[in-house]
């Protein structure tokens, strides 16, 4: 069986071992959200840091072209006219997939809604980082029910929601009643249960395997899909099947 990891952080220094890991673990193909550059952070990029970063995105699937999938980052509170001519650049005219924002803009802020009509527009997913915390919350960080919200604002993008261990059973129940909304299984320590219950109330075809590699180990991301109770067609669709739909691959 094809295991397709939607979320991964892979680097051009970090890449050659990544994919050792992965085939050890037979992970055939990753999606590169946003890798690290040596000084930059991906909260409060400038312009020049996205475009280097997406720049190292680019480079990393053209050199493994169909192991490595990418998506474009993007900082909403930029200027629009950047933000659209940063995915012209790298959505219609080079080789990303679909878009990844993180914690720049709350979910609910309008900054986000020409990002998602340009997602409509090409059929692109929006991959969003959100996070229940009770400490440490980053200024302006979404929840699950932001993005319940920036989903009801836009039906027709698919949204992958990060971090199901973030979100636990109430981002579950936040997200249950938009189905444009998937969520991947990346986040937090896992615990028993968690996996069982967003495959009861979501459904299997809405759950991508996400390892958030390499902030995360790949084996013990696996080991919440592996281990849980839940039958082998539902494991299929979420550690691959999903994901080979979702990315078109
Ligand atoms: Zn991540």
């Known amino acids: 069986m094809k295991i397709i990891d939607i979320h991964a952080h892979i680097s051009l220094e970090s890449c050659r071992q990544i994919l050792l890991e992965a085939d050890r673990l037979e992970i055939s193909h990753l999606c590169n959200l946003v890798g690290h550059l040596k000084g930059i952070s991906m909260i ?16 990393l699937v053209r050199k493994h072209p169909g192991r490595i999938t990418g998506f474009c980052f993007l900082n909403p509170l ?22 990844k924002l993180e914690v720049d803009a709350n979910a609910r802020s309008s900054r986000l809604d020409p990002i998602l009509k340009e ?3 090409l ?47 109430r ?9 444009n909304v998937f969520v991947d299984t990346s986040g937090s320590q896992s615990f028993s249960g968690i996996m069982e ?7 299997a075809g809405r759950i991508l395997f996400g390892s958030d590699i390499s902030g995360r180990d790949f084996s013990v991301q696996l080991g919440r899909i592996h281990g849980a109770k839940i039958n082998r067609r539902e494991k299929e669709l979420i550690l691959g099947l999903n994901a080979k739909k979702l990315l078109g691959i």
């Open 78 to 99: 930029h200027d629009r006219r950047f933000l659209l001519k940063e995915i012209d650049r790298c959505l219609v005219k080079g080789n990303l997939k679909g878009i």
């Open 197 to 203: 219950y967003a495959v009861e109330k979501l459904g």
């Open 171 to 179: 981002g579950i129940l936040d997200i249950q009643p938009c189905p």
């Open 44 to 59: 409060n990029a400038t312009p020049a840091h996205i475009v280097a970063m997406n720049n190292q995105t680019m480079t």
């Open 119 to 121: 997602c409509a527009r």
């Open 123 to 169: 059929n692109l997913p929006l991959l969003h980082h959100a996070w229940y915390k009770t400490v440490g919350k980053v200024f302006n960080e979404s929840t699950p029910a932001d993005i319940a919200h920036l989903a009801r604002r836009h039906p027709g993008v698919k949204i992958i929601m990060a971090h199901l261990t973030a979100a636990g059973i």
